[in-house]
């Protein structure tokens, strides 16, 4: 059974850094798609940056393009979310989600959409001061 689990979240100031990281198991990098989401309190849960198995290609939001940067580390079935130049409106619940491998329309071609993922993280908590 597919489970992720995120970490990494915690308070910084505007202007810093954070790393999350997401650790999946019964899963492996073959053939993926991977995202991370974002749901701040009263809004609606939003897409952020996305992983696809097809070429290894990545999505972003316009939000955080520029700024954030997703990557995997296969060997540890990781997926990171390196967060520069946080905004107060970064604040919010972030999530990791999969896709069931057995969609592969989706594992090829990638999403940003929450209602097209299968499997969630818990969360983890971004904080970011002004």
């Known amino acids: 059974e597919v489970q992720l689990v995120e970490s990494g979240g915690g308070l910084v100031q505007a202007g810093g850094s954070l790393r999350l990281s997401c650790a999946v198991s019964?899963?492996?990098?073959?053939?993926?798609?991977i995202g991370w989401f974002r749901q701040a309190p009263g809004k609606e849960r939003e897409g952020v940056s996305c992983?696809?198995?097809?070429?290894?290609?990545?999505y972003y939001a316009d939000s955080v393009k520029g700024r954030f940067t997703i990557s995997s580390d296969n060997a540890k079935n990781t997926v990171y979310l390196q967060m520069n130049s946080l905004k107060p409106e970064d604040t919010a619940v972030y999530y990791c989600?999969?896709?069931?491998?057995?969609?592969?329309?989706?594992?090829?071609?990638?999403?940003?959409?929450?209602?097209?993922?299968?499997?969630w993280g818990q969360g983890t908590q971004v904080t970011v001061s002004s």
């Open positions: 989600a999969a896709v069931d491998p057995e969609n592969e329309i989706v594992t090829t071609r990638g999403s940003l959409a929450p209602y097209e993922y299968d499997y």
């Open positions: 019964g899963f492996t990098f073959d053939d993926y798609a």
């Open positions: 992983i696809s198995s097809s070429d290894g290609s990545t």
